[in-house]
């Protein structure tokens, strides 16, 4: 079974610092990646997936991941942050049939003003 | 146009008791999925239904079980709680069974004493 690491359990960062969540996964087939958004109180938000092409994905808010294969790795990056990125971070994977998730831990990010 | 709705929002249950979340999908979504998101961890995925039967479950016992209504909305059913299935339950729905365009609500928290 497929598993998801965030390595990063809680990151504090003032705004406009650059962030970068680190992500890896262990399944060795083809899988969708995604990262996830949760703000307080919130619904989980899509950010940016990963299905194939470009390794380089960009989402919304100026949020981007890159897919590296031979790592497993999924990261997350910013260039600059802002107060309202404050919220919890989590990266899935998809691996196979049916749309099931495999989630990480997350990844609580607080953003100083 | 009404997201993924589910009731209530939260509930408080003694141990051995039974409980029952509620989901009505997005429009034009006919698959739900049920998560358990247990504090500080990410959601993990408990079973899917589309064509009112379930079509894949996750590490979850049978203490944990489904319905789907010809309308789409979905019942999770949880018998003789146990104080470690208190979390934060999430439904996703999709049009089909496909990851591509998976929503999720904002949850029912339930707490068990």
């Known amino acids: 079974a497929q598993s998801v690491s965030q390595h990063n359990h809680h990151v504090i960062l003032s705004e406009a610092a650059s962030l970068e969540l680190g992500c890896n996964y262990s399944y060795g087939g083809t899988v969708n990646l995604f990262w996830y958004v949760q703000y307080p109180g919130q619904h989980l938000q899509l950010l940016l997936k990963?299905?194939?092409?470009?390794?380089l994905v960009k989402g919304i808010k100026g949020f981007e991941a890159e897919f590296i294969k031979s790592k497993f790795s999924f990261n997350l990056r910013k260039p600059s942050v802002q107060w309202s990125d404050t919220a919890e971070y989590f990266c899935a994977v998809n691996a196979g049939a049916g749309n099931m998730l495999t989630f990480g831990g997350g990844t609580r990010l607080m953003v100083k003003p | 146009d009404a997201g993924v709705t589910q009731s209530p929002t939260h509930l408080i249950k003694t141990r051995g008791q039974q409980v029952t979340l509620r989901c009505s999908p997005k429009?034009?979504?006919?698959?739900v999925s049920w998560y358990q998101q247990a504090l500080g961890q990410g959601p993990q995925f408990i079973f899917q239904y589309y064509e009112e039967e379930e079509r894949q479950r996750g590490n979850f016992p049978d203490r944990f079980s489904g319905h789907q209504f010809p309308n789409y909305s979905s019942e999770l059913n949880v018998n003789a709680l146990l104080l470690g299935d208190s979390a934060l339950y999430l439904c996703a729905s999709s049009p089909g069974t496909g990851i591509e365009k998976l929503f999720f609500g904002s949850g029912t928290q339930l707490s068990v004493l």
């Open positions: 990963y299905f194939s092409g470009d390794p």
């Open positions: 429009s034009g979504h006919d698959t």
